[in-house]
């Protein structure tokens, strides 16, 4: 089996570290597969199976994780050179908005933030289907700068190995909860 992605040392998560820069947030993060988004600035940007969230408060949503305990890890980006925080979220919303609700199309959670991350960093960016995979790409572009974590109970988190069969079940799971 492929290894998925063993994380560096995890640090105790800072709210104020997250108001401003370019995370990638693994949300529910010991459940495989972990539900993706980006928070950009202390704005929010998913997709769900209730469509595209864009330019959602962030503060919201961390205080959320806090009160509902939920597993959650943080990995800081490298800011692109030349990139505006206007233009960082505006180029966020273009993407995240043209996404159909999860369930009804192909797309993940995973495919507006794979699409982000070609824009920004290049066209390597294309060929990863999952989030393991872009983390090892980053790593080796030395992209991401620091990882922090949140009801994540190890500091060596390793984020297993799934499949495309995964995140359908997962999909469907959601799907099924929500009525």
């Given amino acids: 089996m492929t290894a998925g992605f063993a994380f560096p040392e995890i640090s105790v998560w800072d709210p104020a570290k997250t108001a401003e820069g370019l995370w990638l947030i693994l949300l529910k993060a010991t459940r495989v597969p972990p539900h993706l988004g980006i928070l950009a600035d202390g704005r929010w940007f998913t997709l ?49 908005s ?3 609700p999860l369930g009804e199309t192909p797309a993940t959670c995973f495919s507006p933030i794979r699409d982000f991350c070609e824009k920004i960093y ?21 992209l991401f700068n620091e990882v922090s ?11 297993p190995h799934y499949d495309m069969q995964a995140v359908r079940n997962s999909i469907a799971s959601a799907k099924l909860r929500a009525g």
């Fill in 98 to 100: 043209v996404y159909q």
């Fill in 122 to 142: 290049g066209e390597q960016y294309r060929q990863p289907q999952f989030v393991f995979q872009l983390l090892r790409q980053l790593e080796k572009d030395g």
């Fill in 48 to 96: 769900d199976i209730n469509g595209a969230k864009v330019n959602g408060d962030g503060e919201r949503l961390l205080q959320a994780v806090q009160r509902k305990k939920i597993p959650a890890a943080f990995v800081r980006f490298a800011w692109p050179r030349g990139l505006s925080k206007e233009k960082a979220q505006d180029l966020l919303t273009e993407i995240f």
């Fill in 149 to 159: 974590g949140l009801h994540v109970a190890n500091k060596n988190f390793v984020l």
